[in-house]
Structures are given as C-alpha cells and as structure tokens.
C-alpha cells in the first residue's frame, strides 16, 4: 500500500473511531489533571491514538507550554512519520530523547531550523512556528489571499519579513484550523500549550477528512531561515 494512503487511513480511523475508551478517569489509569479542561476531549483522542503522552508522574500538564521537540515528536506520530531521521543541528546531540524525532522532522522537510544552524529543541513552540510546520505538512498549499487578517485585532503582529507567514496565517484561518481566542487575537508570536497544539491536531484532522485532495506529510525544500 502507498505509504501516505496509508497515513491518511491511520488518520481517518483515528479520527473516526468507531470505539472509544475513556482513560481521563483517574481511577482507570489516566491523567490526574484534565479532567474538566476545555481540552479533555482532544487530549483524550489522541493519547489513546498515541500521538500524545503523558508523563511519569501521572500527569498531562495541559497549559504546560509545548517546546519545539515535543512539538516534532507530537507532529510526527500524528502523521505517522518514523523518527528515523538524523538531526543536522548543531544543538541537537545523539544522546538526545528527541535526537531522531527532530532528524526525521528535518528529512521530511517540515523544519529547517534557524539561520545558526541550531533547531533550539528546548524552546517553546510558538503559533506560527506551529502553523508552519502544519502547512508545510499539508504540502504548503497555494493561498495568496490575506485579505481574512484584517479582521484580527492583532493581525499586524504577523512578521511582515516573509510573505509566507501571513500566507501560511490566512490559510489556516480560511480552513478553521487556527486557534482564535476570545478577544479576536491569534496571539501569533505567544508560545503554544500542549492542550492547544492537540486542538490544532483535532482541526487539521477534520480539515484532511473534508478535503480529500490534501496529502498529508508531503517533503518540503527546508528554509534555512523560516524559524520553524
């Protein structure tokens, strides 16, 4: 079977799942802290798909700021990308947990690092370094029209440096995948909790249901300069 047909049918069934489990109860085992979080249901989803773990004390830490590592690796198991790959980061070391789940982001071409020559693995993953990294995956499909921004009270924080930042914004704001808080800002620049990137997951998986015509994880030319 062709390897991305069969990453689309892994998403698909994790998504559409015709059995549930319930493992947020603490006295089954799950997590002791999301129980009532907004984002119960999405962590739930793809930590029983195992595209989220938790940690060893039990547990999720759901507004806990996501870092870039934890983001690739979160990335990668959600479309089913092996991290196999060796990193070509001068930060990112052999004997690092996330040493191949970075390496296999960077063959995929989703990432590309900063212009130093290090990925900063430790770093909070910002939104638009998220969403970069999500459209890359997406195939960087075309979209030129911006014009959806302007109704963001914060819009103007988007760096006007690379065209591809506003691009990649309005493009996910025109599939709702993008996250909108409720004073109308996207807070571009702010770091990205764990909770927030497993609702960004939960979009872009019902965005891949919808649009058939998008493959998913398709290899990029890295950028040596898009910060993601």
Known sequence: MNKKLFAWLVISAMLIGVQRVTILDAA???FTDIAGHWAQDYIEEFVESGALSGYS????KPDSYS??????????KFFNI???GYAKFS?????DWHYFQVGAAFEKGYIAGFPDGTFRPNQNVTHLQALIMLYKLLGSPEYSDVTNLSSFADYNQIPADNPL???VVAY???EGVINVYPDNTLRINNSVSRAELASLLHKVGKMMLDNAQITPAISTSPSPTDGA
Do not use: C, H, I, L
Not at 57 to 60: A, L, V
Not at 91 to 95: G, L, Q, T
């Open 28 to 30: 089954e085992g799950g």
């Open 57 to 60: 004390d039990g547990t999720f």
């Open 67 to 76: 870092t870039r590592a934890e983001t690739v690796t979160m990335f990668n």
């Open 82 to 84: 092996a991290g196999s």
């Open 91 to 95: 930060d990112v070391k052999p004997n």
């Open 165 to 167: 930042y506003r691009q």
């Open 172 to 174: 996910m704001v025109s």
